[in-house]
């Protein structure tokens, strides 16, 4: 089906694992987003891609890795996952930057015990 | 720090009752947009309007935006239980490829 997807869209970890949370979309668009939600810090930009093997960092990107190596794909890693990165992740694409409306997947809440 | 912070935090009203939002941001920006979240989902778009426009409808939406007070508000007018949600306002921040959301205003519409 056309549209963002994430998966998984809930996942418990321990602290110090690796956590990989994965975001795919069928439009091309060629810019995509990952957003943490928190209670009263709204949605805070960690990576964004503007194109294949194009990544630049957010407001708060430590403690994550991004890649995308294909456009449709745009995975978020936790390399050691810390109690402060639960949270409920999203990812969103657009078509371009100028004059551009989002299209948010359906988050992945994540816990780290 | 967020560039767009929104008002109030929350917000009750009764079916048939207009709800107005309000926006505001720190710098200037090419574009402002408001998007809407459900409990539990992603967020949804809902309207964008350019730094050279005033005013902007989209069915029961009415989104209006002043750059001199650096303000933005949302109007739904007739607003319905499906209105309840979250909502979010977000501007660009000038010439960058990122969008900057606030901290968003609660609905909640009683039937």
């Known amino acids: 089906d056309a549209g963002i997807t994430q998966s998984p869209r809930y996942k418990i970890t321990e602290t110090g694992r690796q956590v990989t949370l994965m975001c795919h979309q069928t439009w091309s668009h060629s810019y995509m987003f990952w957003y943490r939600q928190d209670l009263g810090h709204g949605l805070r930009l960690i990576y964004y891609s503007a194109a294949a093997d194009i990544t630049d960092k957010g407001e708060v990107p430590d403690g994550y890795v991004v890649s995308r190596s294909k456009t449709e794909n745009f995975p978020l890693t936790l390399e050691s996952a810390t109690r402060s990165q639960t949270s409920v992740y999203f990812c969103a694409s657009s078509w371009e930057r100028e004059d551009y409306e989002q299209y948010f997947g359906p988050g992945t809440r994540l816990t780290v015990t | 720090s967020q560039q767009g912070e929104e008002d109030p935090q929350a917000l009750s009203i009764q079916e048939g009752e207009n709800a107005t939002m309000n926006c505001s941001y720190k710098?200037?920006?090419?574009?402002l947009q408001w998007y809407r979240q459900n409990s539990g989902r992603g967020l949804v778009h809902l309207i964008l309007?350019?730094?050279?426009?005033r005013e902007k409808h989209s069915g029961r939406l009415r989104v209006t935006l002043d750059t001199s007070k650096k303000s933005s508000s949302l109007l739904i007018t007739a607003s319905r239980a499906a209105d309840t949600a979250s909502y979010f306002c977000?501007?660009?921040?000038?010439?960058?490829?990122?969008?900057?959301f606030g901290t968003g205003t609660r609905l909640q519409v009683f039937p």
């Open positions: 710098t200037s920006i090419n574009n």
């Open positions: 977000a501007t660009d921040a000038g010439r960058t490829d990122k969008l900057i």
């Open positions: 309007i350019r730094s050279n426009e």
